[in-house]
């Protein structure tokens, strides 16, 4: 089963488009989870126990294990393979967006799609298509290329004229050249005017976007300019806001509550 077939699967189980970003920060946690043994898999495992069937994707940031070294990189393994043992129609985005020249691009892609097993990850397209297709070359995952990034200072050089069109808009325009069935997009939800420009683009592709909590996306232009004309397709990513909405024992409890909160508010915008 490709990623395309496992959000379709999904979608039909949970009717939800919220994807919860797995990123632990260990001066966040309750203080009774930083007294387990591996409290990034505990905590990680209390999460997606509670809103395995909340969700749309789990997508993990690589970044938030590899900061505590190899016990880190060990509770993210571990998160993986809890996730494809006990909740196996689940698709998982590892965020790591990687960028390089081909060479070691292949061995990116070899790590991300064989080692650690994901369905889905992310890239930077800015060094061309050699060095994007050692990831496209894995058939069964999406490669979910950043072409509108949701942080405020994007626009310094992602909306740099050239001919009189945005950069950000030439670069989707020239990935839609490439002619891969498994190209997935990424563009911020803080910005759904360039979200309707993209999706134009992609009609039919996967549409990965962040921004809709902390950052301060206007949850409804974004669902609206994102989802494709199905209604569906928009993974809409939510990190702090879910899995920090509690500190103390029923953090948990209160996770699940946000989770349900914010996915029930992207499904009133999504038809």
């Known amino acids: 089963m490709n990623f395309q077939q496992k959000l379709n699967k999904i979608l039909k189980k949970n009717n939800s488009l919220l994807c919860i970003g797995l990123d632990p920060d260990l001066e966040k946690f309750p203080k009774h989870i930083l007294k387990s043994a591996d409290p990034i898999f505990i905590f990680n495992k209390s999460i997606i126990d509670e809103t395995f069937n909340l969700v749309y994707a789990y997508k993990p940031n690589i970044a938030f294990y590899e ?21 196996p129609d689940i698709p998982i985005i590892l965020d790591a967006k990687r960028a390089d020249i081909g060479n070691t691009a ?3 892609a070899k790590a991300i799609f064989e080692y ?3 369905d889905a990850t992310t890239v930077y397209p800015y060094l061309g298509l050699d ?35 945005p950069f950000y808009m030439q670069l989707a325009n020239e990935i839609k050249k490439w002619k891969f069935e498994n190209i997935g997009v990424f563009v911020g939800a803080t910005y759904p005017d360039e979200l309707v420009k993209v999706r134009k683009l992609f009609p039919d592709s996967p549409i990965l976007t962040a921004g809709l909590g902390v950052q301060g996306a206007q949850t409804k232009k974004a669902v609206q300019a994102g989802v494709d004309k199905k209604g569906q397709n928009l993974i809409c990513n939510n990190s702090r806001e879910i899995i920090y909405a509690g ?24 038809s």
Do not use: H
């Open 106 to 108: 292949k061995m990116y």
């Open 247 to 270: 500190s103390n024992k029923d953090f948990v409890l209160k996770s699940r509550l946000k989770a349900i909160e914010i996915r029930d508010i992207i499904e009133s915008y999504r």
């Open 116 to 118: 650690w097993g994901v």
């Open 131 to 165: 060095s994007v297709v050692p990831f496209l070359e894995y058939k069964n995952q999406c490669t979910i290329l950043l072409i509108r990034t949701s942080n405020p200072d994007a626009k310094t050089f992602q909306d740099l004229k050239i001919n009189g069109e």
């Open 67 to 87: 900061a505590y070294g190899l016990k880190g990189l060990k509770s993210l393994e571990k998160t993986i393979q809890y996730l494809k043992k006990k909740y």
